[in-house]
């Protein structure tokens, strides 16, 4: 499964490690995803969401009803 959050749209980045002496490897820069359940009062049961630290962040600040109808919003059109 890939690592996308939800809610933000957070995937992983690619870039390279660097050793003392400059040589570059290929390495992934993952984002911090966690399974989470929300609670929806008006429809009174849990979703579980795919979310990185960010997108909890954005829950937290304009709540999950907001985000909700946003990501409906923008899979519509």
Request: hydrophobic content about 35%.
């Amino acid at each position: 499964m890939s690592r996308i959050c939800q809610i933000t749209g957070k995937k992983q980045m690619i870039g390279n490690n660097r050793s003392h002496a400059m040589n570059a490897t290929k390495r992934r820069f993952l984002p911090n995803i966690q399974y989470h359940r929300f609670w929806i009062p008006e429809k009174q049961r849990f979703i579980k969401l795919r979310v990185s630290m960010n997108g909890m962040r954005c829950i937290d600040k304009h709540g999950i009803e907001f985000i909700l109808n946003k990501m409906k919003l923008k899979n519509k059109g």
